[in-house]
């Protein structure tokens, strides 16, 4: 079964705190026999969360096309299962950005029940990524300069509940440029 992902959200200048650009209610596809979202699609779910920030950094290209093969891969992903999800759960994951540099950024995506309840996070390294050459690349300008604002205002606003998260310069709190 192919996984379906949102539309892209557009990009508007503003960020709103914590940034939450997936929200949804657990699928039936993602329960497990068990009769609980399965250890993997936890890994879904932050996927779904890393898709709508990528698209919404570099919105109004919200697709692979408009893009041009310039694109992120995942290169590393740690999951923290914190509370059971069951089918049909309200959900909404905040996006945390932990740090960048040239060619990588990281990410923490917090998996929320409704309520309030902290559900799982989700920590990813995403690596700028040619398609067409199939090698690493750095930003385009304009996805640098969005992941500047991005940091800039989430490191004044909030940081991430997992103390295990270390920016890519092993201190936290600055961009390496």
């Known amino acids: 079964m192919v996984e379906i992902y949102d539309p892209p959200i557009p990009w508007t200048g503003q960020l709103e705190t914590p940034l939450t650009l997936f929200r949804t209610t657990v699928r039936p596809e993602w329960i497990d026999e068990f009769e609980h ?4 699609r936890y890994l879904t779910i932050g996927s779904h969360a890393n898709w709508a920030f990528w698209n919404w950094i570099n919105s109004p290209e919200g697709t ?3 893009r041009e093969g310039h694109e992120s891969v995942v290169v590393e992903s ?3 299962y914190i509370r059971e999800l069951s089918l049909g759960t309200t959900i909404h994951c905040s996006s945390q950005l932990i740090d960048f540099d040239d060619k990588r950024y990281l990410l923490l995506n917090q998996i929320w029940k409704s309520g309030g309840v902290l559900a799982a996070t989700n920590e990813l390294k995403c690596l700028g990524f040619n398609l067409r050459t199939r090698r690493a690349e750095k930003w385009r ?5 969005r992941l500047t604002f991005v ?3 989430q ?4 940081w991430p509940l997992l103390d295990s998260c270390i920016a890519l310069n092993g201190k936290r709190g600055s961009a390496t440029s």
């Open 37 to 40: 979202v399965s250890f993997d």
């Open 64 to 66: 692979m096309a408009e």
């Open 78 to 80: 740690h999951v923290n």
């Open 141 to 145: 300008p304009k996805v640098r300069e």
């Open 151 to 153: 940091l800039d205002v």
């Open 155 to 158: 490191g004044k606003t909030c």
